[in-house]
């Protein structure tokens, strides 16, 4: 004990990785469970900026043992190249731990993520083109390669051979572009193998052994709860679990071995990619959230489309996580709005709904309702109590405390690890 769960409440983004490093400090374990380096996790400890696709935040502690989880799926180059350059850094990776049921991203994927993307034309997902749709396809249609597999030359030359027949038609006839051989598959991706084996363990036991122990593990979710295949704005989401839940299917451990969920959401809201956003803003408040919160992807470089506050999402993220705790980032950057907005319902065809709208097509033409309240103008970057914040910024936290029905027991007030205030989250003592 314990074991929690941190998850993204929004659309991502939401300042998951500098929270993950600071809590680190009190966890033996860090663990990432879903997705793959379509995430872009950014630490920022004094001078020093790390960003992250693949390996846990909180690599950056020797008392944590990162760990990437059977749920996620990995570009071996990327992760590669990741381990490199974070050790160039002179943060040791030495501890980190890769589950051998992990999926592999493979060449192809990368090639029809494109492709589809392209062939949707305006009806496109906005992936980060890293290849995370096909390869958790292959997965679930049970033709995957695993990491395991890179261990026996012979396996992983016939379940690529396997793979091969489909997706060198699907290639070639769809999309008229070129195949692969096995040969040319091997010959790049059997090399991985000797650089990655002293990485690979089945995660599951391990974790399992040292939540039996009393070791405290943090389980890192990447993406956000509005991704989320199953509860996120599908289709115009990820392709996997980002929510709490997937923390026990992605890692091996049983739900019950999960004390606290923290939900991590920005005192206002963004999105990159396709997808209905009610609260989205097109003018000059808009370009302010982007210019003041530099809102450009970590991993695509992309600018993110941004919007007010919306509460009705995150009592939804409240209940599809089963949130104890909510940490809201990013609140600085509401010190340049001289009123604040927050949605607390959506309107529709004449009906007001309070919880995000069973059907797709009322979410999708959803028109925000604004509760208004009065900003601070002032600096807060320095604040590290609830009481140095200025009354206005109590008052909105505890107003979206009331409207989530959540405890908001840590609040961040600038990138840097320590511009951060402890409102009550578990500590080690
Ligand atoms: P993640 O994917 O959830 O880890 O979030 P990203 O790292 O992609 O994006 C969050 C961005 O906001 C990063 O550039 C962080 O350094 C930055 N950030 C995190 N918390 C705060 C905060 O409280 N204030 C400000 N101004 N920036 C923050
Ligand atoms: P972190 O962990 C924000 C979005 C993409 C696209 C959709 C599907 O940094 O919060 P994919 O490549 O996953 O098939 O794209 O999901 N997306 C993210 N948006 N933050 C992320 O990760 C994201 N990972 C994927 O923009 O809309
Ligand atoms: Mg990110």
Redesign the pocket.
């Known amino acids: 004990m314990p074991g929690v769960v941190l998850i ?1 409440a929004q659309w ?7 929270i993950t490093d600071l809590l680190s400090r009190d966890y033996d374990y860090v663990a990432r469970f879903q997705g793959g380096n379509n ?4 630490v ?1 400890v004094g001078d020093r900026t790390l960003k992250l696709h693949l390996i846990p ?1 909180g690599v950056m502690y020797d008392n944590v043992t990162p760990i990437i989880g059977n749920g996620c799926v990995l570009d071996l180059k990327v992760l590669i190249d990741e381990i490199d350059r974070v050790e160039s850094e002179g943060i040791s990776c030495e501890r980190l731990i890769i589950s051998s049921n992990a999926h592999i991203i493979m060449p192809y994927h990368l090639d029809l993520d494109e492709a589809s993307e392209r062939r949707l034309g305006k009806n496109l997902i906005g992936t980060t083109k890293r290849g995370i749709g096909p390869a958790y396809q292959d997965k679930i249609s049970r033709m995957g390669l695993r990491m395991q597999d890179l261990f026996d030359r012979s396996i992983f030359k016939e379940k690529v051979a396997a793979a091969l027949i489909e997706k060198n038609d699907v290639l070639a006839k769809v999309y008229d572009l070129p195949t692969y051989t096995v040969d040319q598959i091997a010959e790049e991706y059997l090399p991985y193998a000797e650089r990655l084996k002293p990485y690979i363990q089945d995660t599951s036991p391990l974790l399992n052994d040292a939540l039996d122990e009393g070791d405290w593990v943090l389980f890192e979710g ?1 993406q956000g709860t509005l991704l989320d295949i199953d509860h996120g704005t599908y289709p115009f989401v990820t392709s996997s679990n980002p929510i709490a839940g997937g923390a026990a299917v992605g890692t091996g451990v049983g739900p019950t071995r999960v004390d606290r969920v923290l939900g ?1 959401a920005k005192a206002y809201i963004t999105r990159v990619g396709s997808g209905p956003f009610p609260t989205e803003l097109s003018c000059k408040d808009g370009d302010t959230f982007i210019d003041v ?2 809102e450009f ?2 991993t695509t470089g992309r600018r993110r489309r941004a919007g007010w506050y919306d509460a009705v999402i995150t009592k939804y993220a409240a209940q599809v996580n089963g949130l104890t705790d909510l940490c809201i ?5 509401l010190s340049a709005f001289p009123t604040i907005k927050i949605c607390v319902a959506y309107e529709h065809l004449g009906k007001t709904y309070t919880s995000v709208p069973g059907h797709q097509s009322a979410f999708h033409h959803a028109k925000p309702v604004y509760e208004e309240m009065p900003g601070w103008n002032v600096d807060i970057t320095g604040c590290r109590t609830f009481e140095d914040l200025p009354v206005e910024a109590q008052n909105y936290i505890k107003r979206l405390e009331e409207l989530a029905g959540v405890p908001v027991t840590m609040i ?4 840097d690890r320590e ?1 951060t205030i402890h409102n009550g989250f578990l500590q080690r003592s």
Not at 12 to 18: L, R
Not at 39 to 42: F, N, P, Q, S, W
Not at 329 to 333: F, G, P, W, Y
């Open positions: 993204g991502g983004d939401e300042g998951k990785g500098k995430a872009g996790h950014t920022i935040s990447a991590v919160g530099h992807g970590t980032t990013k609140l600085d950057v961040a007030v600038g990138p511009q």
